[in-house]
């Protein structure tokens, strides 16, 4: 669903800027796209909007991935029980900050039930 308000802009850059955006987006979990989209709302002054590694999600590649993996289908879980974002958004906060491996320990459990 579009809301008439979205954008499409072409970004010219160096390959250098490019090589090191990519980098830093795959090392965040996220497409390149999404992580220009982050840095550039943190910048504008809107930092929740920012999905940095905060320091208890991992960091290496594959256990990064299962977590976000995990994350992402959770959310699409509560978006399909028809969860406003709002609400989404602060559960996701508060498990962040206080159990951020609840994720990949739900996901689990649902693959087990499958």
């Known amino acids: 669903m579009t809301n008439g308000r979205q954008a499409k802009i072409t970004i010219r850059m160096a390959p250098q800027l490019h090589d090191g955006l990519r980098a830093s987006a795959q090392e965040a979990g ?3 796209s999404s992580f220009i989209l982050q840095v550039l709302a943190a910048t504008a002054g809107h930092r929740a909007r920012f999905r940095g590694i905060t320091a208890n ?3 290496d590649r594959p256990a990064r991935h299962e977590h976000v993996t995990a994350r992402e289908r959770w959310r699409e879980y509560m978006h399909s029980r028809g969860y406003a974002l709002a609400i989404v958004a602060t559960i996701e906060r508060a498990h962040g900050e206080q159990d951020p491996w609840f994720y990949v320990e739900w996901y ?3 693959r087990d039930q499958a």
């Open 30 to 32: 996220c497409s390149l």
């Open 57 to 59: 999600e991992p960091r």
């Open 108 to 110: 689990a459990r649902r």
